[in-house]
């Protein structure tokens, strides 16, 4: 297994361009997440969906929208870049199980930065 | 929403020495307290985790106490040693949320 796996791993864009993440799990999980991490922030949740076809904002969601299509994927996109979007990201999936208290399993992380 | 604090920002002991790390949140609603560690440039992953019912788990060198009515939990590392050098972030579940602290920079020295 693959487990979680994200593409592209590096990417430079200029401010105003749009651009797509993707998150790919191989785990069969129902809940997936988008996480942003900054220097001396922690990682901050943007977007999650609890199952395909559905998404839910998190603390940080402005300048980013998901889908979820499929249920091995999660989609973030970038509308248009702005400097302050420069960071990394993570995406996560995990399966609630039966007390819903299951780990998240993370992706390698996508730097990104914004010109 | 959920607010977790997590102090000291940096930690430096001795090879051998013990590591505690602390984490406050303000929702009694969470129910979940999972401890990861981050090493530079990778993905944070999970060492210990925690549920709301439960006021103490240890898995060898590492341990993690939680007080649900002071609402607090601390990571402890006993011997410590140079491979535990690390990042390591508290985090707290609120229904499908995980909201994380901002991370604590362990270093060893040997």
């Known amino acids: 297994n693959a487990g979680v796996t994200q593409t592209p791993k590096f990417r430079v864009l200029k401010t105003g361009q749009s651009m797509t993440l993707l998150c790919a799990q191989d785990?069969?999980?129902?809940?997936m997440y988008w996480y942003r991490q900054d220097p001396g922030m922690g990682l901050r949740l943007i977007h999650y969906?609890?199952?395909?076809?559905?998404?839910a904002k998190g603390e940080v969601p402005d300048g980013y929208n998901v889908s979820r299509l499929k249920k091995q994927n999660f989609l973030l996109g970038l509308e248009s870049a702005a400097p302050s979007q420069t960071s990394v990201y993570f995406c996560?999936?995990?399966?609630?199980?039966?007390?819903?208290?299951?780990?998240?399993?993370f992706g390698p992380g996508t730097r990104l930065t914004v010109l | 929403g959920e607010n977790v604090e997590q102090h000291p920002s940096t930690l430096s002991v001795q090879e051998g020495d013990s590591a505690v790390i602390k984490c406050t949140y303000s929702?009694?609603?969470?129910?979940?307290f999972p401890w990861y560690k981050q090493e530079l440039g990778k993905r944070p992953q999970l060492i210990i985790d925690?549920?709301?019912?439960?006021g103490e788990k240890k898995d060898q060198r590492i341990a993690v106490t939680l007080n649900k009515t002071a609402k607090h939990f601390s990571l402890h590392i006993t011997e410590t040693q140079p491979e535990d050098s690390a990042v390591y972030f508290c985090?707290?579940?609120?229904?499908?949320?995980?909201?994380f602290g901002t991370g604590t920079s362990l270093t060893v020295i040997p």
């Open positions: 996560a999936s995990r399966d609630p199980g039966l007390a819903g208290m299951n780990e998240q399993f």
């Open positions: 785990m069969n999980h129902e809940y």
């Open positions: 969906s609890v199952g395909e076809g559905t998404t």
């Open positions: 929702d009694s609603a969470s129910n979940y």
């Open positions: 925690i549920r709301s019912n439960v």
């Open positions: 985090a707290a579940r609120l229904v499908y949320q995980f909201y």
